[in-house]
């Protein structure tokens, strides 16, 4: 047996869950590791000695928070090329190319990804609180979608990439299981508006995307010319807006010009497929995903929660 499949059978419990989490989510602050692996703990001491441990193995590293939140500083961790190789033998998660390097993790690019942890973070702690089922490793990151073919597979408009696809089960009042999908956008109102638009107009073309057999080659797909999602997803998942990085009421004005640049988009209001909505990542964390927090992209702008039954109902109409 190879060296480090030893290293890991030799880790406590913690330290073996946290790989996959620093693998699978790239870099994580203290305080949202904490929040996820150890919440029923008052202070992250023995967390920490895990991670300390992982660094002194060479499995991971940290580097400081550009930004540290009321002038403090805080450590945010990613895993090495090692640990990496030792999830990817484990099998646990999904292997990725992706490789965070020391210069990304102490990037501009920091705020953006923890935005997107402290997204599915807040999925995972109201399923802790309503007895649903999201876990640390329910999202996935930067998952890419293919939406045209053809010989240019590096073309700006050949894929859309999500910033997260998230799964969560959710327990009905007559006790029904009920298995739901998102594709995650999160903005941080760095972007502007109409190119988020733009990425919106993707989810619904993803949703009508087709694949062709390339010449000469047999297309596999025994169902013939189905859309491309339904190799991948059991349903076409939900789109979530997850707004952040500015005062509520210019997240407010942010969400009205989404909405407004939607509305020009031919592709976005006719599909029958999409169900996307709007929210911030305060409402989010503080009410839950099941108040109404979320406003439609399209039609009347109606609250509604994630679920988005109104913006389907008028979606089909």
């Given at each position: 047996m190879s060296q480090p499949i030893d290293r890991r059978a030799a880790l406590p419990r913690l330290a073996q869950q946290l790989l996959p989490v620093l693998y699978q989510h790239r870099l994580l602050a203290t305080s949202q590791l904490h929040q996820l692996l150890t919440p029923h703990t008052r202070r992250p001491?023995?967390?920490?000695?895990?991670?300390?441990?992982?660094?002194?193995?060479?499995?991971?590293?940290?580097?400081?928070?550009?930004?540290?939140?009321?002038g403090r500083s805080e450590l945010l961790w990613y895993i090495t090329p090692l640990g990496s190789e030792i999830v990817e033998r484990s099998g646990e998660v999904t292997a990725r190319a992706y490789r965070i390097s020391p210069q990304a993790a102490a990037s501009q690019l920091q705020e953006h990804t923890l935005a997107i942890v402290d997204t599915g973070l807040a999925f995972a702690q109201w399923a802790r609180e309503l007895g649903d089922?999201?876990?640390?490793?329910?999202?996935?990151?930067?998952?890419?979608?293919?939406?045209?073919?053809?010989?240019?597979?590096?073309?700006?408009?050949?894929?859309?990439?999500?910033?997260?696809?998230?799964?969560?089960?959710?327990?009905?009042e007559d006790g029904r299981r009920q298995l739901l999908t998102y594709f995650i956008e999160v903005d941080r109102a760095t972007m502007q508006v109409a190119r988020l638009g733009r990425k919106l107009s993707a989810y619904a073309r993803y949703a009508s995307y087709t694949a062709q057999a390339s010449p000469g080659r047999h297309h596999n797909?025994?169902?013939?010319?189905?859309?491309?999602?339904?190799?991948?997803?059991?349903?076409?998942?939900?789109?979530?807006?997850?707004?952040?990085?500015?005062?509520?009421?210019?997240?407010a004005r942010r969400a009205d010009d989404l909405r407004a640049v939607a509305d020009t988009d031919p592709r976005l209001r006719r599909t029958g497929m999409l169900a996307a909505g709007i929210t911030t990542l305060q409402q989010l964390c503080q009410e839950g995903p099941f108040a109404p927090i979320v406003t439609p992209v399209t039609g009347s702008g109606g609250p509604t929660d994630v679920l988005l039954a109104s913006s389907k109902a008028e979606a089909a109409t």
């Open positions: 001491v023995y967390l920490l000695r895990q991670l300390c441990l992982l660094r002194s193995l060479g499995l991971a590293e940290a580097t400081v928070r550009r930004n540290g939140r009321m089922e999201c876990g640390p490793l329910d999202w996935e990151p930067e998952l890419a979608h293919r939406i045209r073919d053809g010989e240019n597979r590096l073309g700006d408009d050949a894929f859309f990439i999500p910033d997260a696809v998230l799964r969560y089960t959710r327990t009905t797909n025994a169902s013939g010319n189905r859309e491309a999602w339904r190799d991948r997803y059991p349903a076409f998942p939900r789109l979530l807006v997850v707004l952040t990085g500015a005062p509520a009421h210019a997240l």
